[in-house]
């Protein structure tokens, strides 16, 4: 047997063994309806009006907001330049 008769014959026995065990699911399943792999995650925001500030931001931030940048980069950090800066670069915190 060649080393190429080898591997065909290997592979041809994978492929046996996972059609088996397709089968073997498929069989185990025809009785009731199969349940899914994974079950969305099923969130619920509300968002409730807030009218003072709220403790993430602190006590005195609640009007320099009106005054930043407030652009976000991609870990969520805000910028802390003023509204229209000229700067082409963000300064976050």
Do not use: W
């Amino acid at each position: 047997m060649s080393k190429l008769d080898a591997v065909r014959a290997l592979r041809e026995a994978r492929f046996k063994q996972e059609e088996e065990q397709r089968k073997a699911r498929a069989g185990a399943g025809t009785g009731a309806k199969a349940a899914p792999r994974r079950a969305a995650p099923t969130t619920t925001r509300t968002s409730a009006p807030t009218s003072g500030p709220t403790a993430e931001s602190g006590p005195e931030s609640g009007a320099d907001d009106e005054q930043r940048c407030g652009h976000r980069n991609i870990s969520g950090r805000t910028c802390t330049r003023e509204r229209g800066h000229a700067a082409k670069t963000h300064r976050y915190s």
